[in-house]
């Protein structure tokens, strides 16, 4: 258990689904992070939230939709992907310079 | 804008030989610096980081990195690898508290018998 839980942890969707990955930390963080990690790229920040405000979106396809209700909770809404984006989804939450992720929700779109 | 560059997507080593992983940063302020292990289908591990003072700083599993201001790296060691040590290791930079990390591409450690 890492202080960043991320459910589910797996997701097989079809193209047409709508679904939605939960993130939550009760670290006491006023930061939290979408980030994805494909097999082929570097880690790619998504999202940034700092005081349940977005302070960041790193030019990501409006088919990915954020939502972080409180400091505690992190979500990513999904609809109409696409195959390439299966991936690993990491939240991570920061205070300071100390940060933790979650152990990530591996999706595949069929 | 920063950036990070990791020098060798694979390296591999004999069980008790250094490990040596390089990392190089762009930052136009004072950066953050951190190393992360990630082994396979789990999320991230901090190994350690440098955010000011000492800068050779030591992290769990034996690791260490030092901060090389003129030559803009953070280079992560151990003395003596194990097994164990087998992973997938990011160097990753910030410039300041509370902004988002900014990853390399990992580096792919492996270690014989």
């Known amino acids: 258990e890492t202080g960043v839980t991320q459910t589910p942890r797996h997701l097989v969707m079809g193209m047409t689904n709508k679904k939605s990955l939960k993130c939550e930390q009760h670290?006491?963080?006023?930061?939290m992070y979408w980030y994805k990690q494909s097999a082929k790229k570097p880690l790619e920040l998504m999202f940034v939230?700092?005081?349940?405000?977005?302070?960041e979106n790193n030019s990501v396809p409006s088919r990915f939709s954020p939502e972080c209700p409180n400091s505690s909770h992190l979500f990513l809404h999904l609809h109409t992907l696409q195959p390439e984006d299966s991936a690993l989804y990491l939240c991570?939450?920061?205070?300071?310079?100390?940060?933790?992720f979650g152990s990530g929700t591996r999706l595949t779109v069929v | 804008a920063q950036s990070v560059t990791q020098l060798g997507s694979h390296v591999s080593v004999s069980e008790g030989a250094l490990v040596l992983l390089r990392c190089n940063y762009s930052?136009?302020?004072?950066?953050?610096l951190f190393w992360y292990v990630q082994y396979p289908n789990q999320g991230l591990q901090l190994l350690l980081k440098?955010?000011?003072?000492?800068?050779l700083v030591k992290g769990i599993n034996g690791f260490e990195a030092e901060f090389k201001k003129s030559e803009t790296s953070f280079h992560l060691t151990k003395p003596s690898a194990h097994m164990s040590d087998a992973a997938e290791y990011f160097c990753?930079?910030?410039?300041?508290?509370?902004?988002?990390?900014?990853f390399g591409k990992g580096t792919t450690l492996s270690v014989s018998s």
């Open positions: 440098y955010t000011t003072g000492a800068t």
């Open positions: 939230y700092n005081f349940k405000e977005q302070t």
């Open positions: 670290l006491g963080h006023n930061a």
């Open positions: 991570a939450s920061s205070q300071g310079a100390g940060y933790t």
């Open positions: 930052s136009s302020v004072p950066p953050y």
């Open positions: 990753a930079v910030s410039d300041q508290a509370g902004t988002a990390l900014i």
